[in-house]
């Protein structure tokens, strides 16, 4: 998966089998083998690496973070970075079109999966409709007729999948080689990996890592534009990054509506909703809300859309397939310097 | 990072369209007309297109800085703090925070290329005061980018507070490091920061263009 060009889609068909169309990724299941985790992790590492935090809520794990930031930021830049920029002066640009569309064409049917998981049958079926026209009639997923045809395309992984059941984010984690996650989006790569059909429908190891890697490079090289941009906005790259992913992640579990923050959330939310989604209570029964200043708040007011749980018990438990498969590529769409 | 990061990374790179022009009244038609009006520049403008930082800021602060409420996005994006603000540090910060936006991205219009801008049709109700305009960038080979602007009416002229890209907002992502200056700082300490960033991009800049 690893780099992959973000996008978002506003997807005008919500859940509905919810009360009011939104599901919340506010519950935080946090089981304790989780809490275990973190804190075995937090242990170990936060104190081997002693740099400066900024003490954000959703990032306890900070310390151990940068490093991590760091060294994805140095392979990109020795290697993968240089990489990209050599494709993308090397190949015309249809050529990297058509590439880029091919491996967009191949996430479809996982799409569709994930649409479906989550109740969205009829994306579903559209995702499932794209892949087959983009595979027939755009030759292998070269050209997206699809999209030409106003079929729109989806972002669906099973991270999102899980967070519509209810499951909440747990803490921010830079993962090496992959980048960006959140607990429960570490965890669900692992399925993720399963679900690529580079991964299952090519037996050749050989060939298939050629295809890994060529999408980490695809990749990679659609975001070049982006690097200075960053570079020159951010105050501190590691934390520009990591709010700009967990925003970004927020988005598109609500498929590109989350609910809103109002100015005054604004004013006396320092962590936004990020935090709230991280500081969420274990069990919180539906009709009792809470703000995001922990206040119970009335059923109807605007807060009650972010803290509607969902199943809490489900799924991260049950991953337990050995991670290498996962995703081969690399991601590290590490870029820059971090690590202050 | 992967997933994210990128799209509205790549997308920051069209983020500004607006301009003067537009007096019609509704935000969505503002949106649009402004995009349009610089965007028909920049595709003109060769300057722009070699990477004429100057050039694109300029365009910036004629078409688009007026229908932007800095005022409003500075206090979005300092959160609580914003309270322990005096007036004087808050028109500070107002000030260095509109530079930084409008420096980093003016540079990102110089990396405009044709791309494509569709709006989505805008959900309004006739006494609404707070409107969002959802539009897309479309490019060859890339997945669409959304570019959402948050609008504000405020004495009669609609003015934008928020852009949101690709689901990131360019104006509550300062937030988190924001309070991490603030707390280690002061307010001072962030207009500091932000003063520092400034003239280091300042300086590079002007670097550059020597180097030309």
């Not at chain 1, 900070?62 to 994805?72: I, K, P, Q, V």
């Not at chain 1, 479906?116 to 983009?134: M, S, V, W």
Request: aromatic content about 8%; some cysteine; proline content about 6%.
């Amino acid at each position: 998966m690893g780099l992959r060009t973000a996008r978002t889609r506003s997807n005008d068909v919500r859940i509905s089998s919810r009360k009011d169309g939104e599901v919340n990724d506010a519950a935080e299941p946090a089981s304790r083998s989780w809490r275990l985790t973190v804190s075995v992790l937090a242990a170990t590492v936060v104190f081997s690496t002693g740099c400066a935090t900024t003490g954000s809520p959703q990032d306890p794990l900070e310390g151990f973070n940068r490093a991590m930031f760091s060294f994805n930021e140095g392979l990109d830049k020795v290697a993968i970075k240089p990489l990209a920029q050599g494709y993308d002066f090397v190949v015309p640009l249809p050529g990297k079109t058509m590439v880029s569309n091919f491996f967009g064409n191949l996430q479809d049917p996982w799409i569709a999966a994930n649409n479906l998981l989550q109740g969205k049958p009829g994306q579903a079926l559209t995702d499932a409709g794209r892949f087959l026209i983009n595979s027939t009639v755009g030759i292998l997923g070269a050209f997206d007729v699809a999209s030409e045809l106003g079929i729109e395309k989806h972002e669906e992984d099973f991270g999102q999948t899980v967070a519509r059941w209810g499951v909440g984010a747990g803490a921010y984690l830079v993962l090496p080689f992959f980048g960006p996650r959140t607990f429960r989006d570490a965890l669900t790569l692992i399925v993720d990996g399963y679900g690529d059909p580079v991964y299952y429908l090519v037996d050749d190891v050989p060939t298939r890592n050629i295809l890994y890697g060529t999408r980490l490079v695809s990749n990679r090289a659609s975001v070049l534009p982006a690097d200075k941009t960053i570079d020159e906005a951010a105050l501190d790259k590691y934390a520009y990054l990591r709010d700009a992913y967990l925003q970004r992640r927020r988005n598109l579990i609500f498929d590109g509506r989350p609910p809103r923050e109002t100015d005054e959330d604004a004013a006396t939310d320092p962590g936004g909703s990020l935090a709230r989604e991280l500081t969420a209570p274990d069990a919180v029964s539906p009709p009792v809300l809470v703000a995001s200043d922990g206040a119970a708040v009335a059923p109807g007011t605007e807060r009650q859309r972010l803290s509607e749980p969902g199943f809490n018990d489900s799924v991260p438990s049950r991953v337990t397939s050995p991670v290498d498969t996962a995703d081969a590529a690399p991601v590290a769409a590490a870029t820059g310097s971090g690590a202050e | 990072m992967g997933k994210l990061l990128l799209g509205w990374l790549a997308v920051a790179s069209m983020l500004l369209p607006f301009s003067v022009s537009a007096q019609e009244n509704a935000p969505d038609a503002l949106v649009k007309s402004v995009t349009n009006d610089v965007l028909a520049i920049v595709r003109q403008d060769k300057e722009i297109q070699s990477g004429n930082t100057k050039r694109a800021i300029e365009l910036v602060e004629q078409k688009v800085l007026p229908h932007f409420d800095f005022a409003h996005m500075t206090r979005l994006a300092v959160g609580r703090d914003w309270r322990k603000a005096d007036p004087q540090q808050q028109a500070a910060l107002t000030q260095e925070f509109k530079n930084l936006l409008v420096r980093t991205y003016s540079n990102a219009l110089t990396s405009y290329k044709n791309q494509v801008i569709d709006f989505r049709p805008t959900r309004m109700q006739p006494g609404d005061t707070d409107v969002t305009v959802r539009s897309e960038v479309k490019q060859p080979g890339a997945r669409p980018i959304s570019i959402d602007y948050s609008l504000e009416k405020n004495s009669e002229a609609w003015k934008v507070y928020d852009v949101v890209v690709a689901g990131v907002s360019l104006v509550t992502n300062y937030r988190e490091s924001f309070a991490t200056e603030v707390r280690n700082g002061g307010i001072d300490g962030l207009i500091k920061s932000l003063q520092k960033k400034n003239a280091d991009l300042e300086a590079k800049a002007a670097q550059g263009g020597e180097r030309k």
